[in-house]
């Protein structure tokens, strides 16, 4: 178990890394953009899309990451109390939020998955100009789902005792 | 089932949820696939996979993770000891200029760094130390860094506010616009009330010792001249917002880059530095991404069953008349802020309050102008304000929670005052983007 959380870790580290550094790349397009259109009056027919599928892909991808961090949002008020008394209380709420959590994971999962076939099947374009096929991004959804129940069941197998925390490169964060 | 016993039901499920201690973002996620399939069918769920493939697609939200990495790589860069270095310097000689100096870098640095946590951080570490040193009350202390930070909701480049555009609708452009006025009056009250307090108590705001801040013009000058290009970044951001000539996004995209450059030139600039604002970018990002699936998931199941329809009905059929309804709003607003985060306040009811105010008359750029304000004081209000904690962080330990929750209850009061003031005068708000060229 220790090394399915050690594993899990890294690869939505890495996994949450990489879909970091596509921003730089959304940037680049975007002043690329700017610079062709002002400059050559030559606006590209990719330019609006690519960069709007690459972030929405990297930020679901990262999904997982946010969570090895634990910095996805959770009301304090009530879950704060349990956590501060642990026990079996504690446990019993931890494995409870996991069945929950599973619930929307693995809808993702199952039904992207479906919708990334039907959309290799139909050899789904967007419809635009550029007409980019649109598998790629929808089957995002799934891994997506996948990579986010995975650090859910590492993060729970770390709250129940049952492996150590996995060592995070943490820096002082703040959040808007 | 009636929709009420529903609605009911469905606020049980999530509350339940949340008392598991399951992300929002999950947790709404679950809560529309339980009420999906039981109220209709198991292929409801292909609405909730394929809200998050639309919402991959949007086009806005790209603007998200790009006006934030602007604020990182400007705040690595040190900008915020620049702008309090530079206002104290010009400030200092006033009676409590410290904390004056505070609010008007919050109310700088709110317009290059629209992050919260970032400027109330960096003013807890620099400003703080320096004011209980000099002898500062607490109370004065503590309370204006709370409350500066939180102009950064109101004053652009304002994640809230794109937030609130993606969930109603409404311009980027405009709302930003409409910010800034509402912005510098608040900032006016807190400055005069700072003032207010060092005249008729001295001793707890005490003016800089002279040797700090006569430094000659010179001097003072050499101070703003590292501000000039951030300066330049943020009004170029804004500017080409308010003149249309940049989609939102293209304007996030191009002010990362002045950033950088900015960094550059002002010799701030370090790989690593790059590095962890990438990073932080990245976890935040994530997370609003994932709270706009699970919220839109549960709006979108919530709206088929006829609950949308349903709360709208309700609300308008109460027979207090718009105003009152504006009142109740504004009072749930305020009590959801104590105990939760605005953006799970706004993802949460805007669906369903926003177009209820439209209906009514009220217009939405003004009503995104007056959730922010609500939300200045979800930032403060305890038990779960976000501001005391993120001074809580950075403050020294002799500084405890109840401390600051004390010393911020004279700026709620003011916050909420300029509430008043923003629906009293809607045109504080709409007059400025009402200019813009559409």
Known sequence: MRHFVYWIGRTNEWVGRAAGLLIVAVVLIIVKEVVFRGAFNAPSLWADESMTYLAGMAYALGGGYTLLHRKHVLVDLAYGPIAKRGGSLKRSVDIAGFVVFS??????????????????????GSG??????LWPVKLTIPLAGLLLFMQALANLLVDLGLAPAPALHERAGVTP | MSVDILTLLILAALVAALMLGVPIAFATGAVAC??????FDVNTLNLVVSRVFTLMGNQILVSVPLFILMAMVLEKAGIAEDIFNAAYVWSGRLRGGLAVAVIISCALMAAMVGVIGAEIVTMGVVALPAMLKRGYGKSIALGSICAGGGLATLIPPSVVFIMYALTT???????Y?????PGLILAAMYIVYVMGVSYLKPEIAPAAPREETDIGLLAKLAYVKKLVLPGAVAFGVLGSLYTGIATPTEAAGLGVMGAVIAAVVNRRFSWA????????????????????FGASALVGIYTIAGGTEYLKELMTGLPIGKWGILLVVNLIWIALGCIIDWIGILLLTAPIFVPVLVTLGFD??????????????SYLSPPFGPAAFYLKGAAPPSISMGDIFRSVWPFIGIQVLALGVLIAFPQTALWLPNTMLR
Do not use: H
């Open chain 2, 34 to 39: 339980v009420f999906g399939v039981w109220l």
């Open chain 2, 273 to 292: 530095g790059m590095r962890s604002a990438i990073v932080e970018t990245t976890k935040v990002t994530c997370m609003l991404y994932w709270l706009f």
């Open chain 2, 364 to 377: 939405p750029v003004w009503i995104g102008v007056m959730f922010c304000m609500n939300m200045q004081i």
């Open chain 2, 169 to 175: 609708g409404s311009s980027i452009g405009q709302l």
């Open chain 1, 128 to 133: 635009t100009l550029w007409n980019p096929p």
């Open chain 1, 103 to 124: 619930i929307y994971c693995l809808t993702l999962v199952y039904f992207g998955w479906d919708m990334a076939v039907t959309s290799v099947q139909q050899a789904e």
């Open chain 2, 177 to 181: 616009m409409a910010g800034i006025v």
